[in-house]
């Protein structure tokens, strides 16, 4: 098979063929999802952000995984919206420890008039430390959207959490098409969307499939993809929910990266909880992209100590690019599988 025809963007994943990808032997879907993964990146690199929560707790919103919602009675210490001497601090701090995106979250349902300004200034002052910028401030509204374009906002992330089938169990403040509303209004702005979702809620297979097959068939693949692993925090509904097995996970990354070839996955939350080993294999699946730093919003990321020691003995570098090949080649690509059509073009 040529590269281009390994590569070919799709949008257009019926639940069968997703659910067939998942039950291939493991061995054939890794294989599967490495060619895709080298084809079209370095396979030795991964790109690192940094999280810092500019705003903590008392979050109207009901998620039921999340420390930061008012609904849910956890430890959290509530901290309104940070100074901007402090956001740019750790900005810096992040950037001295390599990190090339930095990445602030607020609990807010969406930003509110008074705060929305300051956010703008901290991604301001984030750009002008050469980093990329990454904010995750809940739903917007079209000025809002507007106005982090004007001031160079990189990625806006939003995830979709998981299938809009299980999305009830965990959510119920606001809608799934919530999300997919917002995600439209940044894509349509032309700033680069960041969304995935977490694993490990008690959800199925089917609902991975069907939460993986929201984000391919979008108009225009994320350009990140984080896939979490449940952080349990007492005091949430979901605290005491059983696992997910580690090679289910590593299946998933795999079809992520099958199904979005040229997007950035990354292994984001519960690193602290996974092994070398299975974090291995979600480097070979195709994950290429962490959160690195000591934190990630309210809870513990896996030591910087340890994931040096990890990319060492795995030889990977933290210096991402996309293949210069893989860049022109796929401009405006695009076919299916099945019947091309117009509505499958694609422009990267
Ligand atoms: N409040 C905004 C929102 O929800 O859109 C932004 C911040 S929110 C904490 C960002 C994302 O972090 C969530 O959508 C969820 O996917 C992820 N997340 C939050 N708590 C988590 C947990 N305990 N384990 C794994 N992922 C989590
Ligand atoms: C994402 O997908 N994961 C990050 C980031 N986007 C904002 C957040 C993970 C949060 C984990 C739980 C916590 O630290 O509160
Ligand atoms: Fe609020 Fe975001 Fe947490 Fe949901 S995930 S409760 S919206 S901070």
Same mark, same amino acid.
């Given at each position: 098979?040529?590269?281009?025809?390994?590569?070919?963007?799709?949008?257009?994943?019926?639940?069968?063929? &997703?659910?067939?990808?998942?039950?291939?032997?493991?061995?054939?879907? *890794?294989?599967?999802?490495?060619?895709?993964?080298?084809?079209?990146? =370095?396979?030795?690199?991964?790109?690192?952000?940094?999280?810092?929560?500019?705003?903590?707790?008392?979050?109207?919103?009901?998620? #039921?995984?999340?420390?930061?919602?008012?609904?849910?009675?956890?430890?959290?210490?509530?901290?309104?919206?940070?100074?901007?001497?402090?956001?740019?601090?750790?900005?810096?701090?992040?950037?001295?420890?390599?990190? /090339?995106?930095?990445?602030?979250?607020?609990?807010?349902?969406?930003?509110?008039?008074?705060?929305?300004?300051?956010?703008?200034?901290?991604?301001?002052?984030?750009?002008?430390?050469?980093?990329?910028?990454?904010?995750?401030?809940?739903?917007?509204?079209?000025?809002?959207?507007?106005?982090?374009?004007?001031?160079?906002?990189?990625?806006?992330?939003?995830?979709?959490?998981?299938?809009?089938?299980?999305?009830?169990?965990?959510?119920?403040?606001?809608?799934?098409?919530?999300?997919?509303?917002?995600?439209?209004?940044?894509? /349509?702005?032309?700033?680069?969307?960041?969304?995935?979702?977490?694993? #490990?809620?008690?959800?199925?297979?089917?609902?991975?499939?069907?939460? *993986?097959?929201?984000?391919?068939?979008?108009?225009?693949?994320?350009?990140?993809?984080?896939?979490?692993?449940?952080?349990?925090?007492? #005091?949430?509904?979901?605290? #005491?929910?059983?696992?997910?097995?580690?090679?289910?996970?590593?299946?998933?990354?795999?079809?992520?990266?099958?199904?979005?070839? *040229?997007?950035?996955?990354?292994?984001?939350?519960?690193?602290?909880?996974?092994? =070398?080993?299975?974090?291995?294999?979600?480097?070979?699946?195709?994950?290429?992209? &962490?959160?690195?730093?000591?934190?990630?919003?309210?809870?513990?990321?896996?030591?910087?100590?340890?994931?040096?020691?990890?990319?060492?003995?795995?030889?990977?570098?933290?210096?991402?690019?996309?293949?210069?090949?893989?860049?022109?080649?796929?401009?405006?690509?695009?076919?299916?599988?099945?019947?091309?059509?117009?509505?499958?073009?694609?422009?990267?």
């Amino acid at each position: 098979m040529s590269s281009a025809e390994i590569t070919k963007l799709r949008h257009n994943w019926e639940n069968a063929e &997703v659910q067939a990808l998942f039950d291939l032997p493991l061995n054939d879907l *890794l294989f599967q999802a490495h060619t895709i993964h080298r084809t079209n990146f =370095d396979p030795n690199a991964i790109q690192i952000s940094t999280l810092l929560s500019i705003k903590t707790g008392k979050c109207s919103e009901d998620c #039921g995984y999340c420390s930061q919602s008012a609904h849910h009675n956890t430890e959290l210490e509530p901290e309104s919206l940070l100074a901007l001497e402090d956001v740019i601090s750790a900005a810096k701090q992040a950037k001295s420890e390599g990190a /090339d995106r930095f990445c602030m979250g607020a609990a807010w349902s969406r930003p509110n008039k008074r705060d929305f300004p300051k956010v703008l200034e901290m991604i301001k002052a984030v750009k002008s430390l050469d980093m990329e910028s990454c904010v995750t401030l809940g739903m917007l509204d079209t000025e809002q959207v507007k106005q982090l374009k004007e001031v160079g906002l990189d990625y806006y992330n939003h995830n979709l959490d998981t299938s809009p089938e299980f999305y009830g169990n965990v959510i119920t403040t606001r809608t799934f098409q919530d999300r997919i509303d917002t995600l439209n209004t940044v894509q /349509d702005a032309g700033i680069h969307v960041c969304s995935g979702g977490i694993l #490990g809620m008690g959800e199925e297979r089917k609902d991975r499939c069907s939460l *993986l097959i929201q984000l391919a068939n979008m108009t225009k693949h994320p350009d990140s993809v984080p896939i979490n692993m449940l952080v349990q925090v007492e #005091g949430t509904p979901l605290f #005491g929910q059983d696992s997910i097995d580690p090679l289910e996970f590593v299946r998933t990354v795999a079809v992520a990266r099958i199904m979005m070839p *040229l997007s950035v996955v990354r292994l984001s939350a519960g690193r602290e909880e996974m092994s =070398d080993e299975m974090q291995a294999m979600c480097f070979f699946s195709g994950a290429n992209s &962490v959160f690195y730093g000591e934190r990630l919003l309210t809870t513990d990321n896996s030591k910087t100590g340890r994931d040096q020691q990890l990319f060492e003995k795995l030889g990977i570098n933290t210096n991402l690019e996309k293949k210069p090949s893989t860049k022109s080649h796929h401009t405006d690509v695009i076919l299916s599988k099945q019947e091309p059509s117009a509505n499958m073009a694609q422009s990267i």
